[in-house]
Nanobody, 125 residues
Framework: QVQLVESGGGLVQAGGSLRLSCAVS????????MAWFRQAPGKEREFVAA????????TQADSMQGRFTISRDNAKNTVYLQMISLKPEDTAVYYC??????????????????WGKGTLVTVSS
């Protein structure tokens, strides 16, 4: 059974930074493409960023380009989301997700196989 556990969320002022972590247990970590999604109150879950199993390929939502960076440490079975220049509209629950195959589907909720329970990020104005 694969388990994903997010951490690093919290309250931050606008313009601040946070780094989210997602620790993965279960099968071989570098066999998974990993992604971050987020869901704001009253809105659908949306794609943030994804990274291939080796870490050699990434893709990101256009609206967050330049502010959010995904990375992974396969030795630590952990994927990260570095967020800078945070805005109040970035307030959401951030979810880590995993799937077996790298491709366009990593950008969709339906394309992910495993999910964490999320970590709340609140950005105050």
């Amino acid at each position: 059974q694969v388990q994903l556990v997010e951490s690093g969320g919290g309250l931050v002022q606008a313009g601040g930074s946070l780094r989210l972590s997602c620790a993965v247990s279960g099968r071989t970590f570098n066999g998974y493409a990993m992604a971050w999604f987020r869901q704001a109150p009253g809105k659908e879950r949306e794609f943030v960023a994804a990274i291939s199993g080796s870490g050699g390929s990434t893709t990101q939502a256009d609206s967050m380009q330049g502010r959010f960076t995904i990375s992974r440490d396969n030795a630590k079975n952990t994927v990260y989301l570095q967020m800078i220049s945070l805005k109040p509209e970035d307030t959401a629950v951030y979810y880590c997700a995993a799937t077996f195959n790298w491709g366009q589907r990593v950008r969709s909720v339906d394309g992910m196989r495993y999910w964490g329970k999320g970590t709340l990020v609140t950005v105050s104005s």
